[in-house]
């Protein structure tokens, strides 16, 4: 397999910015005329061009994942100002690349040199929280937490909660369809945005789809737009569906002594039909990494953590938070016990939500974002244990178990630049072994840079063909953060 890990810059891709490709038919202008008719057209406040500014903007957190100095970036503050900003990039011919809170892990933000970076934090505005139609409409710069918040107040829930949520953004939520610690029941993002205002690839403020609960009137662009990593459009406004407020949820934790075990577990509870709010694992390298730094405690006992809840109304959410003890101990856990205290819940999900942050005090960590059946879990599991002995790399596990995303986090010394070699093939031969078992490249975090070579290793060449149309017809002119998302 192919890797981009480590090249000084983007794969090459069909849609990259190109003067052979079709729609550029115009000379490219220089990049002092472009900072010009920015300059010229733009609010003040609104231009960035100090280098060590945009340095700090020009990539998300996908470790290794290459990237450049843009020729500039636009704090944008209005969906006007956004398809001010397209319409420039298209008569000079430049690439745009749109940026929410940079918390992406696949180099998906990440800048290609002459580029614009469109910086859309600043539109963070909660528009409507809407308690009878049960949906939300905010711009792109809006935190999930912060939005989750809100709609606490009225008594409403918004379920996406990747372990970002105090610092991604509801915009780069869309771009990478993400999910979270409750998608296992409740689903990811797209499963709850209703309607989206995009700039297209043609510099055209346009919607797509509807507040109504139903409508099927022409094909469904908002879906096709959401986990598209702003190469089809870039988002101004999003609407969302919401849900009432939960009941208390009930909390299981199991220790286990290894995760081919804690794999094992989580098939016994989908054996058992059972659909968790929540089924969570976490190894000792995360725990361990979490007690050094917060000294909660938890690496004590435990090589492997599972952490379950159930929101269930009544005595069927005991029920099921027993049901899932017995999957627990069937699976082989060596203790396990269940709470339903709210804050003892919260402080244990709390820890699984630090593990990544946690792990980054150690040194640079390689993210992977594999998904696989959930009968083909305790075997992944495996594999990666297998993966880091033949490699010699520390691979801490953290999971979104209930539904077989894996998050393997490859960790390696500063400065090790074997080490570093090392963690790029055992990259490579996780997500080899997840396409052998049935899996996808990736659950959530969305293909960027990182993913391009395994993405061409699952999708067929027909299929790829059929991803560079779509492309082609949305961005005629290839200027939409181009090089990521698609072979």
Request: charged share 20%.
């Amino acid at each position: 397999m192919s890797s981009v890990l480590g090249l000084c810059g983007p794969a090459p891709n069909p849609c990259r910015n190109d003067l052979s490709l079709p729609g550029y038919g115009l000379p490219v202008t220089d990049t002092a005329t472009l900072l010009k008719d920015l300059h010229r057209d733009l609010p003040a406040g609104r231009l960035v061009t100090d280098p060590q500014v945009m340095a700090g903007l020009a990539h998300d957190d996908a470790e290794w994942a290459p990237w450049e100095l843009p020729a500039a970036v636009v704090r944008a503050e209005s969906a006007r100002e956004v398809q001010l900003v397209v319409g420039l990039a298209i008569e000079h011919r430049v690439p745009v690349i749109p940026r929410g809170s940079g918390t992406g892990l696949s180099g998906g933000a990440n800048a290609v040199a002459g580029s614009i970076v469109i910086d859309l934090s600043r539109m963070n505005e909660i528009k409507i929280i809407d308690p009878v139609e049960r949906l939300a409409v905010v711009g792109p710069g809006v935190i999930n937490d912060d939005l989750r918040a809100a709609c606490a107040q009225q008594g409403l829930w918004y379920p996406p909660d990747p372990a970002s949520s105090p610092w991604s953004s509801i915009g780069g939520n869309v771009a990478t369809n993400a999910g979270g610690v409750c998608c296992v029941k409740y689903g990811v993002t797209g499963d709850y945005v209703l309607e989206l205002e995009v700039v297209n690839g043609r510099g055209e403020l346009v919607r797509l789809g509807r507040r109504t609960a139903k409508g099927v009137a022409g094909y469904d662009l908002t879906s096709l737009l959401v986990g598209s990593e702003g190469t089809l459009g870039i988002v101004t406004e999003i609407s969302v569906r919401l849900r009432q407020q939960r009941p208390i949820e009930h909390t299981v934790v199991g220790y286990f002594d290894s995760v081919t075990d804690a794999g094992v577990a989580v098939t016994k509870i989908a054996e058992a039909g059972l659909t968790p709010s929540a089924l969570e694992l976490v190894d000792r390298h995360c725990l361990e990494a979490v007690d050094a730094w917060k000294n909660m405690g938890l690496s004590a006992d435990a090589n492997v953590i599972l952490l379950g809840r159930t929101d269930a109304p009544g005595e069927a959410g005991a029920a099921e938070a027993s049901a899932m003890i017995t999957a627990f101990e069937t699976g082989g856990a060596t203790w396990s016990a269940q709470t339903d205290d709210q804050q003892e819940g919260d402080a244990l999900f709390a820890a699984r939500r630090l593990a990544y942050p946690a792990l980054e005090r150690l040194g640079p960590v390689l993210t992977e974002d594999i998904c696989l059946p959930l009968r083909n879990v305790p075997a992944m599991l495996s594999r990666i244990e297998q993966i880091a002995v033949d490699h010699d790399t520390k691979i801490a596990n953290i999971a979104h178990a209930g539904d077989g995303n894996l998050h393997p986090l490859l960790i390696t010394p500063i400065g090790d630049e074997q080490a570093k070699i090392r963690a790029q093939q055992a990259f490579s031969d996780i997500i080899a072994g997840c396409l052998e078992l049935g899996g996808t490249v990736t659950g959530e975090h969305g293909v960027g840079l990182l993913k391009l070579p395994g993405l061409a290793d699952e999708l067929s060449p027909a299929v790829q063909q059929m991803q560079a149309d779509v492309k082609a017809a949305l961005d005629p002119y290839g200027i939409l953060n181009p090089g990521k998302a698609i072979v």
